[in-house]
């Protein structure tokens, strides 16, 4: 069973129960605002996976993955209550409408998603298409007394009205300290660490309720879609590490305040990704998007390669000399996939498929699992059938289009496929002439090989 460390409880346990037949899981999506970079693109590859390993074990699936295009402030934690968000932001920019802005960059994220293999989720919801679900929770955690509203038409989340704040981040209310600006802390809230559920403005993309017109704050979005598409009990909730806190915690005491119980079972969250041995950000100038990397002339999957090298709880570096080498690495799976399907058929070396799957079960181990597989291609004792079929069962989890080159190599002629085995076993062996010898018999055959740093190909 798939087990992953929670971040709440501190520790590796199974993400659902022994027999359980099905998962609700919540990953908190986009701001569509500009491009996602590829350390954003970490967080939804986390889900992918959970989502792959846990279906291998004849689990069903069903996730929720929000479109933030609204709400989301440039620092949340600021007062700011008719201030603009990124989107609006970025609009003015680029001289489009919010709406505009949003829609052409949540149609990129999808592409880029789809481009790495990350599964669509069931629900997609909208932030401006569920004003409905929050204004309804809002109401509901005011009549619950875990909310109150201001006479500017603001409305807070009392946050010590939810004892338990601060179990995932490890940040408790007692020793949370004010934020500050030059006005102060803002006098309309009844504790520092209150934070807005509703924000008044009469700008571009708000609606009216009953504290007025306005928008919703960032957190309460996710709590609304969340209990609307999953219900009350939600097995996972999964986000990259810097959303704990406030996003998650703000997050958990909402939807538990609303529905009176735990909502989510297990947070789960992906470390950040440094490229270059720094942060991604426009003042550093090392933002890489999925186009870059194709641009530089790899293939995007390369991307899904490189970050498997690393387990999610690990912050990683990326480097162009990492993607490269994932890119030859790919490039030569499916080459040899597709010379393995030459031969014939044989069944999959169970105990060592098991041993990868396993190892993808143990909270994700992705390079137990890349290490594993490379013995296993480097194994020659297993028939070239065996190895084809155990690379395309274990391609479900890895999501790399192993069988894309299959038909698109010249066919090999009778014989060829296991001479070109017995050559490579010689060589393994410092047996140069007996691979002399190999090469001619291949070269009468018509098939000219060559060795490479990667190892033997054929032409």
Excluded at 103 to 130: K, Q, V
Excluded at 268 to 281: C, I, P, T, Y
Aim: net charge negative.
């Amino acid at each position: 069973m798939l087990r992953l460390y929670d971040t709440r409880r501190r520790q590796i346990e199974p993400v659902v129960p022994q027999g359980a037949r099905s998962m609700r899981m919540y990953t908190c999506g986009p701001t569509v605002y500009r491009h996602a970079h590829v350390g954003n693109l970490r967080s939804y590859l986390l889900a992918d996976l959970i989502r792959r390993v846990a279906e291998r074990h004849r689990i069903r699936v069903v996730a929720c993955r929000n479109i933030t295009d609204v709400g989301h402030l440039v620092d949340d934690s600021e007062i700011d209550p008719g201030g603009e968000d990124k989107i609006l932001l970025q609009a003015r920019a680029e001289g489009r409408t919010g709406l505009e802005i949003a829609r052409f960059y949540e149609e990129a994220f999808r592409a880029d998603t789809a481009t790495l293999n990350i599964r669509p989720p069931e629900h997609s919801p909208r932030a401006t298409e569920t004003i409905d679900l929050m204004v309804e929770m809002i109401a509901k955690l005011i009549e619950k007394g875990h909310a109150y509203a201001t006479p500017d038409g603001s409305v807070f989340f009392d946050a010590a009205s939810f004892p338990a704040y601060g179990e995932i981040s490890g940040n408790r209310l007692d020793r949370l300290k004010p934020g500050h600006r030059i006005e102060g802390v803002d006098p309309r809230k009844r504790f520092h660490a209150d934070w807005a559920l509703w924000k008044p403005s009469d700008r571009e993309m708000t609606w009216e309720t009953p504290w007025g017109r306005g928008f919703p704050g960032w957190h309460i979005e996710c709590s609304a879609m969340s209990l609307r598409f999953l219900g009350e009990r939600v097995d996972l909730h999964t986000g990259g590490i810097d959303l704990r806190f406030p996003h998650h915690e703000d997050e958990r005491a909402q939807s538990d305040s609303a529905a009176g119980h735990e909502v989510v079972d297990h947070w789960v969250h992906g470390e950040h990704l440094l490229f270059d041995g720094r942060k991604m950000a426009k003042s550093t100038g090392n933002v890489v998007l999925l186009g870059d990397v194709a641009g530089a002339g790899l293939d995007p999957l390369a991307v899904r390669l490189a970050l498997l090298e690393h387990r999610h709880r690990q912050q990683m570096n990326l480097t162009w000399d990492t993607l490269r080498a994932a890119d030859r690495a790919l490039r030569r799976w499916r080459r040899r996939v597709a010379e393995w399907s030459e031969s014939p058929s044989r069944p999959m070396p169970v105990e060592r498929v098991s041993r990868i799957e396993a190892a993808f079960d143990d909270d994700l181990d992705t390079p137990l699992a890349l290490r594993l597989l490379r013995e296993l291609e480097r194994d020659d004792s297993v028939a070239p059938g065996s190895r084809f079929e155990a690379f395309l069962h274990l391609d479900q989890i890895l999501g790399l289009d192993l069988s894309l080159d299959i038909g698109r190599l010249p066919s090999l002629p009778p014989g060829a496929s296991d001479l070109l085995e017995q050559r490579l076993r010689a060589r393994e062996a410092g047996d140069w002439a007996a691979s002399d010898r190999l090469r001619g018999e291949l070269a009468a055959l018509g098939v000219r090989v060559s060795d490479t740093p990667e190892g033997q190909s054929w032409s």
